[in-house]
């Protein structure tokens, strides 16, 4: 699958800001604590894409501009990032819009993912190395789930295989819930803890035996189509291997999707962990509710793009709020942020301003601790303010601070 392009990033260091000495730390749900990354020269990293249906929505946007955060960091401090993003091209929503507006799921799919992309490269979100449809990762997937078989840790009801929990004895170290909690977490997330027949309530399906009307793909067990959790653990080990530095997606993915995928990874290789951290972005709301598809109380990306708003300014936006934490769409904060917009660029048009240095340090600082963007843009406001107010003589700075702000937050101020 095609991914978008990639936009270009300036050297920090070749604008005169050579990196400091910082670690990237990141809070792991796995632990529940914010812990140092420790990446080798490639830093690694899977971030659980769309099910393209409707696409994009501000609590994606929030999502995938978190982890973009991880990558200009990392990048900053001289590595290497390995990126891949899956994109769940077949699944029982996308099945269900299909069915519901009478068009082609693949067409559906196709449709959406292009403006997933669109949105993505508007909003200046560095493309993932490999992005790949859960449609062309099924010869993977089925490699995967035969492994699974292979170690007795599938079992079959009526046509459809699961994995069964028990298998992993280190089933719920991701999540940190107890079996209290993730059973209505569960049947709310797309699992079946009902289905009769099931060893466990709580096993997840692997594959799913085709169904009138519905696609499916031969495999070793029947003809069917593969589960989800079990997509993103073939996808990312794969191409990134076991032990790779973070797995990311929204708050919502913990659990089932995160716990169930490590589970079918540990299983499936004998290794563990599959991912070193664990790393989750709060949900975005709307109307005193958390914005879903479910709920149909989304605001697009597009439709913002559509009425004019700048893609930087639905960035800083979102850039405002802290990536773990939970919070509600207003209007009144776009405002916010395309006056802030207008404010840097008004500074960085002028023709000196104090120097960079200092921002450039403070702002690298907030971001290693877990991704501070709200003290990061605080900095750069501080700067402008003092530009605005004719402080300073440094003319590079200017150009530096441009530099600072698309290097590290994304921000382009041309």
């Given at each position: ?249 929204g708050s919502d993915l913990a659990f089932p999707h995160h716990e169930m995928g490590a589970s079918h990874a540990q299983v499936a290789t004998g290794e563990r962990p599959h991912a070193r ?50 919070w509600e769409w207003t209007a009144e904060q776009l405002d916010a942020a395309a006056a802030r917009l207008g404010r840097w660029r008004a500074a960085v048009l002028r023709p000196a301003g ?61």
């Open positions: 699958m095609r991914s978008w392009p990639a936009p270009e990033v300036p050297s920090l260091s070749a604008a005169g800001l050579p990196a400091p000495a910082l670690q990237l730390h990141l809070h792991d749900t796995g632990t529940g604590t914010v812990r140092p990354t420790a990446p080798g020269d490639t830093a690694r990293m899977y971030v659980c894409g769309i099910t393209p249906y409707d696409a994009t929505h501000l609590g994606h946007a929030n999502t995938y501009l978190a982890f973009d955060l991880v990558n200009r960091v990392w990048r900053d401090l001289g590595h290497t990032v390995h990126y891949v993003q899956n994109a769940t091209d077949v699944d029982d929503p996308l099945l269900e819009r299909a069915r519901q507006t009478g068009e082609d799921w693949r067409e559906l799919a196709e449709r959406e993912i292009a403006l997933f992309r669109e949105d993505m490269t508007e909003l200046r979100v560095l493309p993932p190395d490999q992005y790949i449809g859960a449609v062309e990762a099924i010869p993977m997937i089925v490699e995967m789930i035969e492994k699974l078989r292979a170690k007795d840790a599938t079992y079959t009801v009526d046509g459809d295989l699961y994995f069964p929990v028990a298998a992993d004895p280190g089933f719920g170290e991701v999540s940190r819930l107890s079996r209290e909690a993730m059973m209505p977490l569960f049947a709310e997330r797309g699992g079946d803890p009902g289905r009769e027949g099931k060893e466990d309530a709580l096993d997840a399906l692997l594959w799913l035996a085709q169904r009138p009307g519905e696609p499916g793909w031969e495999s070793p067990f029947g003809t069917g189509r593969p589960g989800w959790h079990v997509e993103c653990s073939a996808i990312s080990i794969e191409y990134l291997g076991m032990a790779f530095d973070v797995e990311g997606g951290a664990y790393v989750h972005a709060g949900m975005v709301g709307l109307d005193g509710e958390k914005m879903s598809k479910s709920k149909g109380n989304l605001v697009f990306v597009s439709a913002l793009r559509r009425s004019g708003t700048d893609p930087m300014a639905i960035r800083l936006a979102l850039l405002a709020h802290h990536y773990r934490s939970d104090p120097p960079a240095g200092p921002v450039a340090d403070a702002v690298r600082r907030h971001l290693a601790d877990d991704l501070d963007a709200p003290a990061a843009l605080v900095e750069i406001d501080r700067w402008a303010e003092r530009a605005a107010a004719g402080e300073g003589t440094d003319e590079a700075a200017p150009a530096r601070i441009r530099a600072i702000a698309d290097a590290l937050l994304g921000v382009t101020l041309h």
